[in-house]
C-alpha cells in the first residue's frame, strides 16, 4: 500500500507539473501548494525527506510558514535542488541572533528570503564536486563563499557563516547539506545599513540631502523597451561611509558644519549643493567591490585608480605590500589626505553592494597620474546582463576569479555603454553575435577578470565607448586582446592585413593599429602592443574611445574576430 501510494502521487505530480510551464518555483508564491512529490524508487523530495528526519522541525516550520514547502518538493523537468538547512540547534542560535524567538517574528517575507539564500537552483551537487568550489549562487542571485575545513573532513563555512557539518544527503530532487549555524539573508540595502548602524548621522544626511538614499534603497529595477520587452537592472554599489566621530576628528560636528566645510576649502566657486553632491558621489562607486578587490594590483603597479560616481572625480587606492597590520594594508589617497579601511567595520554585505568605514572624512582630491589598466568588460550594464542570464537558470559567471573549464559566452551588443555599427557587407564569423562577452579558460589566464569582449562586426564596423576617468596629463596607451589559433591568418596576414583598426579618442587625430600582427608566437594567450605613444588628456575626465575595422577579412572570412582584454594607460613625465 505505501509503495503504491507514492507511485499515484508520482503520477499526480507529473500529470500537473506537465501543464505547467515552469522550471523552478515562484519566488513570490508556491505554485504546488497542497501537493506532493514522491517518487517510485521511495526517495522523498527535500522538503518530505526532512520531515522523515530527527533534528530538522524548525526548518519544516519555517518552509510551511513561508509557503514554501511544496516548492521545495517540485521536481518537474528534471529540477534539482541544493539545499542549506539548518538544523534545530542552528535555527535557535540564529532566533537569539537576531533577538527573536521565531521566524513569524521577522515575517513571512523575510521566512521566504531566508529559504531562498539557503537554496541553490542546480543540479544537486554532490559532496567531491562541493569541496572543489570555491563558490556557489543562490536563488536570491548573491555569491555564496565556500571555504573547505581542511582540519575537519566533510565540514565547511558557507560565507563565513554558515557551517555545513554533513555533506549530500539524498532526496529525489536533489541534495541535503546540514549546517550547525544558520547563514544571515540579505535584505538590508545599503542606505538600509547606513540607518540602523546609527552612528553615521551626518552622511545619512547628506544621502538625502543629495537622492543618494533613494539610490541606495534600490536593489533591482524592472523597465520595458520599446518592443514591450521586460528588461531587468540590478544596482550594485560600494559605499564608502564616515561615521560622525571620524567627521568630528575633522572638526565637523553636523550636517550644516559639514557643508561649511566644503564651501570653506573650495577653489573653484561652485555652489554648497554642487558640492555636497559632489563629496557624497565621490564615496560611492557603481559596483560592489571588497576592500581587497579595490586594493588589488597588477605587476608592479601597488597603486589603482578608481571611477567615484563624482563626476570626472576618481580617488586611488595604494596596497602596501610590507605590511603585517590589516588596518594599514590599503591606503586611500596616499598621495593626498590619507584614509583607511577600518577592518572591523568595513565589508559590510547589503542586498545590493558592500559598506566599507574609512578613518578619514576623504574630502574629494585629483590625484597625480597613475597606471590605468581598463578592462572593457567592467561596465554595470553587462554585468546586469550577466546576472539575468543566471537568474534564467543559464550556467554563466562574470568576471570569474579563476579560469573556466569552458568558455561561456553571452551576447551583451544591448549593453548602452557600446554605441556601434556593423558593417554594411556583414560577418561570416557564425561562432559569435555582434558582441559577446566571453570567459576565459585556462589557455587565457593572464586575461584581466579570466574574460573579454569579442566584436563581431564586420568591414567598416564601428564602435565607441566611454573610458573610466582618467587624471590629466599624458599616457602610453597599450591595447591587450586574447590570440586564438583560429586568428593566425589575421597574425601572418595571409587574409586581409592583419586586423587593421583606426583607433582615436574624442575623434581627434586617429592612429592606424594591427595588433594580431604584433602577436610573437603561434599559441594561444594574451598579447599586448602599443597604440599610441603618447597621447595627452588636458583634463581629468572620462573620455570617447572609437575604432573602425578596416580590414576587409572582417566580412569575408568566417574566422575573423577582435578579442580585447584590456586597455592600458602608462603615464609619461617631461623630461
Not at 523575510?110 to 554532490?126: C, E, G
Not at 536570491?140 to 573547505?148: A, F, Q, R, Y
Not at 528588461?231 to 553636523?254: M, P, Q, R
Not at 550594464?381 to 553571452?410: C, L
Request: hydrophobic share 35%.
Amino acid at each position: 500500500m505505501k509503495i503504491y501510494n507514492k507511485v499515484i502521487a508520482f503520477a499526480a505530480a507529473i500529470t500537473l507539473l506537465t501543464a505547467c510551464d515552469k522550471d523552478v518555483f515562484d519566488i513570490n508564491s508556491d505554485p504546488f501548494k497542497g501537493q506532493s512529490y514522491n517518487n517510485e524508487l521511495l526517495l522523498s523530495p527535500i522538503s518530505t525527506f526532512l520531515t522523515e528526519q530527527n533534528g530538522f522541525g524548525e526548518y519544516v516550520k519555517l518552509l510551511r510558514y513561508a509557503g514554501m514547502f511544496d516548492a521545495l518538493n517540485q521536481s518537474t523537468a528534471g529540477v534539482k535542488f541544493t539545499a542549506f538547512v539548518p538544523n534545530d540547534d542552528a535555527m535557535q542560535e540564529f532566533y537569539q541572533r537576531r533577538g527573536v524567538s521565531s521566524m513569524e517574528e521577522l515575517g513571512k517575507a523575510y521566512a521566504r528570503q531566508f529559504v531562498l539564500y539557503h537554496t541553490v537552483n542546480t543540479d544537486s551537487i554532490l559532496p567531491e564536486k562541493f569541496v572543489q568550489l570555491t563558490s556557489v549562487t543562490n536563488l536570491t542571485g548573491d555569491e555564496l563563499s565556500v571555504e573547505i575545513d581542511s582540519e575537519h573532513a566533510g565540514e565547511a563555512t558557507l560565507n563565513g557563516e554558515g557551517r555545513v557539518v554533513e555533506m549530500g544527503l539524498s532526496a529525489f530532487n536533489g541534495k541535503i547539506y546540514v549546517l550547525s549555524s544558520a547563514m544571515t539573508p540579505l535584505v538590508e540595502t545599503a542606505y538600509d545599513r547606513v540607518v540602523e548602524a546609527g552612528n553615521f548621522n551626518i552622511m545619512q544626511q547628506a544621502l538625502v540631502a543629495t537622492g543618494w538614499d533613494e539610490k541606495l534603497s534600490i536593489i533591482v529595477d524592472t523597465t520595458y523597451n520599446q518592443d514591450h520587452q521586460r528588461i531587468i537592472t540590478h544596482y550594485y554599489y560600494t559605499l564608502l561611509n564616515v561615521s560622525d566621530e571620524t567627521f568630528g576628528k575633522a572638526g565637523i560636528s553636523s550636517f550644516d558644519m559639514l557643508k561649511s566645510k566644503l564651501q570653506q576649502d573650495d577653489q573653484r566657486g561652485l555652489t554648497v549643493d554642487s558640492l555636497l553632491r559632489e563629496y557624497v558621489g565621490y564615496h560611492i562607486l557603481q559596483n560592489q567591490y571588497t576592500t581587497d578587490e579595490l586594493g588589488a594590483f597588477n605587476g608592479s603597479n601597488l597603486t589603482r585608480i578608481w571611477n567615484s560616481s563624482a563626476k570626472d572625480q576618481v580617488f586611488t587606492v595604494t596596497y602596501d605590500s610590507l605590511t603585517t597590520i590589516e588596518a594599514d594594508k590599503y591606503i586611500l589617497n596616499a598621495a593626498g589626505e590619507k584614509a583607511r579601511f577600518i577592518p572591523e567595520a568595513s565589508n559590510i554585505p547589503a542586498r545590493n553592494g558592500y559598506i566599507h568605514e574609512l578613518d578619514s572624512w576623504m574630502p574629494v582630491w585629483e590625484p597625480e597620474q597613475t597606471t590605468l589598466v581598463w578592462d572593457l568588460a567592467d561596465y554595470t550594464e553587462i554585468k546586469n546582463i550577466i546576472q539575468q542570464e543566471i537568474e534564467k537558470g543559464n550556467d554563466k559567471v562574470y568576471q570569474p576569479s579563476e579560469p573556466t573549464a569552458s568558455e561561456q559566452r553571452t551576447r551583451v551588443a544591448t549593453a548602452t555603454c557600446f554605441e556601434y555599427e556593423v558593417g554594411e557587407s556583414g560577418t561570416k564569423n557564425n561562432n559569435y553575435s555582434d558582441i559577446d562577452y566571453i570567459t576565459c579558460k585556462s589557455n587565457l589566464k593572464d586575461a584581466v577578470n579570466y574574460d573579454r569582449i569579442v566584436f563581431n562586426l564586420g568591414y567598416m564596423g564601428k564602435v565607441s565607448m566611454n573610458t573610466p576617468t582618467i587624471v590629466r596629463g599624458k599616457y602610453k596607451v597599450e591595447l591587450t586582446i586574447t590570440y586564438l589559433t583560429s586568428n593566425s591568418f589575421m597574425r601572418q596576414m595571409t587574409d586581409g592585413n592583419g586586423g587593421m583598426l583606426k583607433m582615436s579618442f574624442d575623434d581627434s587625430d586617429p592612429v592606424f593599429v594591427t595588433p594580431y600582427t604584433k602577436v610573437t608566437s603561434m599559441l594561444p594567450g594574451v598579447y599586448t602592443s602599443t597604440i599610441f605613444e603618447e597621447v595627452e588628456f588636458q583634463e581629468t575626465a572620462s573620455h570617447k574611445f572609437s575604432f573602425v575595422v578596416l580590414d576587409p577579412a572582417a566580412s569575408t572570412n568566417k574566422n575573423f574576430s577582435l578579442q580585447f582584454d584590456n586597455i592600458k594607460f602608462t603615464p609619461i613625465q617631461d623630461k
